[in-house]
């Protein structure tokens, strides 16, 4: 692949899902900062912010801007980028990066307890140990896939005590939370999207039912 440079970048035209162009984007993003630092991505109704000051002012404005997730990008027939639109009804405040007040502080009641500096200091000694037993296989072994045998699964297992979920699960989150990611990756087709969404149909119930053996209101908190 190629280096797409400045001058050849046509802000009106450019594809934004060019292999070429996501291999280096690093000229693309610097005309945007200098000429669009608020770029509609053609053929869609999606904006591009390309600033920090620009993108720490539209997160701050929560009365011009919605968290919930109502649409997304993926990759049309002609390989260009598309929007496929959701019901506002079905994920549109799912999870808390997606949620507005009121339902947002809802999120936020239930995972305060396991983010507080107190919960987070008595897990220091269990993570320690996780990763030791993590990385054990990779040093006896002399390497091995980092990501798949440490990296994914650590993250996922502290989710597990920091929500309360059970630790034998954690390697159900952890695909659940890749799945996450390719929902929002911006590349995949809307085949591909269709198959991922019922997976964040059963994440959702599987937090509701865990919720409902701990006693707690899933909607009220």
Known sequence: MKAV???EIDLAAVNLLDPDLMNA??????K???????WEVPGTRGFLVASWDLVVEAVARTEDFSSNLTGILVRGDDGRPAVMDFPL????????ATADPPVHGIHRKLAQPGLSPISIAKMETSVVEAVDRLLRPLLDQGGGDVMEQLAGPLPALVVTWILGFPAEDA???????VQGGDLLHGTRTIQQIAEILPETVALSAYIIVSLSKRGADPIAG
Not at 25 to 30: Q, R, W
Not at 32 to 38: G, I, N, S, T, Y
Not at 171 to 177: A, L
Request: net charge positive; charged share 25%; glycine share 6%.
């Open 5 to 7: 440079t400045q001058k």
């Open 25 to 30: 984007p690093y000229d693309f993003y610097a």
């Open 32 to 38: 945007l900062r200098r000429e669009a630092p608020v």
């Open 89 to 96: 009804d079905v994920i549109a405040s799912a999870a808390i």
């Open 171 to 177: 390697g159900q989150i952890m695909k659940w939370g």
